[in-house]
C-alpha cells in the first residue's frame, strides 16, 4: 500500500506550498489536523472515521479553502464529508473555519485529506459515495499538459466504482477548453448520465451549489456547471 501511494503522490501536479502559514494558522493545523485527518487505509468503512452517524458520504476533489465544503456540511445534517486538497495553505484555511464558534459542531461530519485525491479514491469500497465534487479545478490549458487534468476516461472509470447508483458527479469550471474535455469524456463514459435537459441547466449554478471563491475571481470566463448521475444498468451494459 505504502508502495502504490508513493507511486500516485508522484503522479499530483500543482503546489503543496505557498506563502508561509501565520502562526496562528500553523498552530491551529498543528493542533486539530490530526483529529480531522482521514487516514487512508484499504477496506476499512470510511463512515468509522466521523465522530458522529451519517446516512451517506460525499467527496470533493481539491476543496481549496474549503467553503464550499463548509456549506454543504452546514446544509447536510445527515452527510458525512471528506475533502481532499494538497495545497497546505487551503487545508489551513479550512481548518480555521472549522475552529470558529459557529463552524465548531461541523468537525464531527468532516475528514481532511492533505494530499492527492487519488490516494482516497484507491481506498475506498465500492459504491460508498453518494456526490462527488470537481469544482474549478486547474485546467492546464496548453495542450503538452492536458494529462495533467483531473477528467481523464480512467478517472471516471474509478470514480463510478466508489460511487453509488445515482450518486451525483458536480463539475464546474470558468475554462471553455476543459468544460468541453469533462463533457465530452463523461457523455462518452457508460457509468455517467447528464442531467441537462436545456442550455440554462449547465449555464446556472444550482441553488444548493455555493459560490466558490474561485469563481466569483471567474479568470477564464463565465463558469458553467455539469450534473451527471452514476447509471448502474448502462455502466454495467458498457463494461460487459
Given at each position: ?207 444548493d451549489w455555493p459560490e466558490t471563491r474561485y ?26
Open positions: 500500500m505504502k508502495a502504490l501511494l508513493e507511486r500516485r503522490r508522484g503522479l499530483l501536479y500543482g503546489r503543496r506550498k505557498g506563502p508561509k502559514l501565520s502562526a496562528a494558522r500553523q498552530s491551529l493545523k498543528q493542533d486539530l489536523l490530526p483529529k480531522l485527518t482521514f487516514r487512508v487505509g484499504e477496506g476499512r468503512d470510511p463512515r468509522l472515521y466521523f465522530d458522529t452517524d451519517v446516512a451517506d458520504l460525499w467527496f470533493e476533489v481539491g476543496f481549496g479553502g474549503g467553503e464550499h465544503l463548509v456549506w454543504q456540511a452546514a446544509h447536510h445534517p445527515d452527510v458525512g464529508l471528506i475533502g481532499a486538497e494538497p495545497y497546505e495553505a487551503g487545508v489551513a484555511k479550512l481548518i480555521a473555519a472549522l475552529a470558529s464558534d459557529e463552524n465548531r459542531p461541523l468537525a464531527t461530519r468532516i475528514r481532511i485529506y492533505e494530499g492527492d485525491a487519488r490516494d482516497v479514491l484507491a481506498a475506498l469500497p465500492d459504491k460508498v459515495l453518494g456526490r462527488v465534487f470537481i469544482l474549478f479545478p486547474d485546467p492546464w490549458p496548453k495542450t503538452r499538459h492536458h494529462k495533467r487534468r483531473f477528467i481523464q476516461t480512467e478517472m471516471l472509470s474509478t470514480l463510478a466504482r466508489v460511487m453509488r447508483e445515482n450518486a451525483e458527479l458536480r463539475f464546474a469550471s470558468d475554462d471553455p477548453g476543459y468544460f468541453d474535455w469533462a463533457l465530452e469524456r463523461l457523455t462518452a463514459h457508460p457509468c455517467f448520465s447528464w442531467q441537462a435537459r436545456v442550455a440554462l441547466d449547465w449555464e446556472t449554478r444550482p441553488e469563481e466569483k475571481k471567474a479568470l477564464h470566463g463565465r463558469p458553467l456547471y455539469l450534473r451527471f448521475r452514476r447509471n448502474d444498468t448502462s455502466c454495467a451494459a458498457g463494461n460487459s
